[in-house]
């Protein structure tokens, strides 16, 4: 979507530290997939939604099972204790509430945490393959997305505007300027990334947001 | 003939029981677990009309996608069907129907279908405008959930590493996917595989598939396609 390498990995890099040790998590096609390269030595179990948990780095070149793929078609490999079952086992996961996190993209976010990311009508109708389950069941929903899309718009609304995946469903937002959070449908300011400022955020956020203790006593004069 | 430890055929043998106007269900994800000898029958026999029921659209030239981009279908029940534009272009005008399912309900659908239920309920689109259109609401010990309704079809067709003559058949890596539960929901059941066994060369503690759900058993000819992620 425009946005350069370098702020894609910096998103991604950003997105990993949310991740702790243990956790099992689902990664969205996009920059989200760029989070698992990331997470250092912390002990993660990948959940790829056609059926494995615990997916592995991209195989070397040369190397790949074509049968061994991700959720998006892209040749995986496996990490030690990894398990492959049928789709309907991979969304008793999810369903389950078994997915501490899902980190996926978005079309729009809205200050209370609804979540439009599956269809633009009259444009782009690709179904919402397992975009519902992901967002209603996951514990933690964070969004990897653009402050604003390529007209400049802002892509956090006061509501959604396309029609929603799943309602007050977003806990954070790490967009290529900041990270929010989203608690109590409250949206939270919680970091600016340079060389932008909290004027610079506010300026790009069509909602209404609380700004952070941390920030208030350091940015804004 | 086809008794019921003698399954393996030819792939013209099986395939005579796919008709114009049926509905087939194909196993596979992204075009991986795809069948592709026997969805290469299909666009060489000119069978056509066919309601298909698949997790995806496949990708134009890869697995179930060529059907669409050959227009043999009709309707097309699926979660998603982004990969391959062809969908996309012929649900706008008109030439295709197509029938969304999230992607769990698709599969808990079709597994269903599979174990004899006429349906499940789900709590995953309740009050999401779209899903629940059309769709029956009850209220179980306190919650809502929807009715999504079991999908069966004709026949089903999926593709597995190994199956014997029986037809058990033993699943490769993520190609498994959706291939169980399609094998279960097919009036009849075609399954293709890489490598064709005798009977009791797969442990019974692996097998994924009994072979009473499979009526036929083909020998792949491998996928024929080059996929997405291989330089061109």
Same mark, same amino acid.
């Given at each position: 979507?425009?946005?350069?390498?370098?702020?894609?990995?910096?998103?991604?890099?950003?997105?990993?530290?949310?991740?702790?040790?243990?956790?099992?998590?689902?990664?969205?096609?996009?920059?989200?997939?760029?989070?698992?390269?990331?997470?250092?030595?912390?002990?993660?179990?990948?959940?790829?939604?056609?059926?494995?948990?615990?997916?592995?780095?991209?195989?070397?070149?040369?190397?790949?099972?074509?049968?061994?793929?991700?959720?998006?078609?892209?040749?995986?490999?496996?990490?030690?204790?990894?398990?492959?079952?049928?789709?309907?086992?991979?969304?008793?996961?999810?369903?389950?509430?078994?997915?501490?996190?899902?980190?996926?993209?978005?079309?729009?976010?809205?200050? &209370?945490?609804?979540?439009?990311?599956?269809?633009?009508?009259?444009?782009?109708?690709?179904?919402?393959?397992?975009? %519902?389950?992901?967002? &209603?069941?996951?514990?933690?929903?964070?969004?990897?997305?653009? &402050?604003?899309?390529?007209?400049?718009?802002?892509?956090?609304?006061?509501?959604?505007?396309?029609?929603?995946?799943?309602?007050?469903?977003?806990?954070?937002?790490?967009?290529?300027?900041?990270?929010?959070?989203?608690?109590? &449908?409250? %949206?939270? %300011?919680?970091?600016?990334?340079?060389?932008?400022?909290?004027?610079?955020?506010?300026?790009?956020?069509?909602?209404?947001?609380?700004?952070?203790?941390?920030?208030?006593?350091?940015?804004?004069? | 003939?086809?008794?019921?430890?003698?399954?393996?055929?030819?792939?013209?043998?099986?395939?005579? *029981?796919?008709?114009?106007?049926?509905?087939?269900?194909?196993?596979?994800?992204?075009?991986?677990?795809?069948?592709?000898?026997?969805?290469?029958?299909?666009?060489?026999?000119?069978?056509?009309?066919?309601?298909?029921? *698949?997790?995806? $659209?496949?990708?134009?030239?890869?697995?179930?996608?060529?059907?669409?981009?050959?227009?043999?279908?009709?309707?097309?029940? $699926?979660?998603?069907?982004?990969?391959?534009?062809?969908?996309?272009?012929?649900?706008?005008?008109?030439?295709?129907?197509?029938?969304?399912?999230?992607?769990?309900?698709?599969?808990?659908?079709?597994?269903?279908?599979?174990?004899?239920?006429?349906?499940?309920?789900?709590?995953?689109?309740?009050?999401?405008?779209?899903?629940?259109?059309?769709?029956?609401?009850?209220?179980?010990?306190?919650?809502?959930?929807?009715?999504?309704? $079991?999908?069966?079809?004709?026949?089903?067709?999926?593709?597995?590493?190994?199956?014997?003559?029986?037809?058990?058949?033993?699943?490769?890596?993520?190609?498994?996917?959706?291939?169980?539960?399609?094998?279960?929901?097919?009036?009849?059941?075609? $399954?293709?595989?890489?490598?064709?066994?005798?009977?009791?060369?797969?442990?019974?503690?692996?097998?994924?598939?009994?072979?009473?759900?499979?009526?036929?058993?083909?020998?792949?000819?491998?996928?024929?396609?080059?996929?997405?992620?291989?330089?061109?």
């Amino acid at each position: 979507m425009g946005m350069g390498r370098e702020v894609r990995h910096s998103i991604a890099k950003r997105a990993a530290q949310e991740i702790m040790d243990g956790m099992i998590v689902n990664l969205g096609i996009g920059i989200p997939t760029l989070v698992a390269d990331y997470i250092g030595d912390k002990a993660v179990m990948f959940h790829a939604e056609n059926g494995v948990l615990g997916t592995g780095p991209s195989p070397i070149k040369g190397e790949e099972n074509p049968n061994l793929c991700n959720a998006g078609g892209f040749p995986i490999t496996t990490v030690k204790g990894a398990a492959y079952f049928d789709s309907a086992t991979a969304f008793a996961l999810i369903r389950r509430g078994l997915l501490d996190m899902t980190i996926l993209g978005a079309l729009e976010v809205s200050e &209370q945490g609804d979540l439009a990311n599956w269809i633009v009508p009259g444009k782009r109708v690709p179904g919402m393959g397992g975009a %519902l389950e992901l967002a &209603q069941k996951a514990k933690k929903v964070i969004v990897l997305m653009n &402050q604003t899309d390529k007209n400049g718009h802002s892509k956090i609304v006061k509501e959604c505007k396309l029609p929603v995946t799943a309602k007050a469903c977003v806990d954070m937002v790490i967009t290529d300027m900041a990270v929010f959070t989203i608690s109590d &449908q409250q %949206l939270v %300011l919680e970091e600016v990334f340079a060389p932008f400022c909290v004027e610079d955020v506010l300026a790009k956020t069509n909602a209404s947001v609380v700004i952070t203790n941390k920030l208030l006593k350091g940015d804004i004069k | 003939m086809v008794t019921k430890l003698k399954k393996v055929v030819s792939i013209e043998k099986a395939g005579q *029981c796919i008709k114009n106007g049926m509905t087939i269900m194909a196993g596979g994800f992204g075009g991986v677990g795809n069948p592709p000898t026997i969805i290469d029958y299909l666009l060489k026999n000119n069978i056509k009309n066919l309601t298909l029921i *698949c997790n995806d $659209a496949g990708f134009p030239h890869i697995g179930v996608g060529k059907l669409v981009t050959d227009k043999r279908l009709t309707k097309l029940i $699926a979660s998603h069907i982004g990969s391959n534009p062809n969908a996309g272009k012929q649900m706008t005008n008109g030439e295709l129907e197509i029938e969304f399912s999230p992607q769990g309900s698709l599969a808990e659908r079709i597994r269903a279908g599979g174990v004899g239920l006429g349906g499940v309920l789900v709590d995953v689109g309740v009050g999401h405008p779209f899903v629940e259109k059309g769709k029956e609401k009850v209220t179980v010990n306190g919650r809502q959930f929807l009715i999504e309704t $079991a999908l069966t079809a004709d026949v089903s067709i999926v593709y597995a590493k190994k199956g014997d003559p029986f037809g058990n058949l033993v699943y490769d890596t993520s190609a498994r996917n959706t291939n169980p539960l399609v094998a279960m929901a097919g009036d009849i059941t075609i $399954a293709e595989v890489e490598q064709i066994v005798d009977m009791g060369e797969l442990d019974p503690e692996e097998i994924v598939t009994p072979g009473a759900f499979v009526d036929y058993v083909v020998q792949s000819e491998g996928v024929n396609w080059q996929w997405a992620w291989e330089e061109k």
